[in-house]
């Protein structure tokens, strides 16, 4: 088991229903394609509850769950920065603790 392998999260506005590339669409096509991740899941419909600048707020969004290897983080909040329409994008890692052999091969091998 490689305990250098990560999910990140990281909450999107809301899919449009107008037919338009969402947000979390392309930050997953860019993730993949510079190789920062071997694998986004976009979940398309949540919702959010949370406090900001003193106010509860709740939100429709749309969640990347970002599979990659932990040296690639930094490039990641780089990416999201750059790219994420939110003042403070979310960005939350946690450690892939088990998972199949194969599959975890896969995730290195699509990372190189």
Known sequence: MNNDLIMVY???????????VSV????????????????VNILPAIESVYR???Q???????????????SRLDAIQTLLKAHHP?????LIAVPV???????LAWMAEEMK
């Open 56 to 70: 509860v707020s709740v939100d429709h969004e749309s969640l990347l769950i970002i599979k990659t290897h932990a």
């Open 86 to 90: 939110y003042e403070l994008p979310e």
């Open 97 to 103: 603790v088990a998972g199949s052999d194969d599959y």
């Open 10 to 20: 990281c909450s999107c506005p809301a899919v449009s229903s107008d037919g338009q």
């Open 52 to 54: 900001w600048q003193g």
């Open 24 to 39: 979390a669409r392309t930050l997953a096509e860019r993730l993949i394609s510079q190789r920062l991740a071997a694998c």
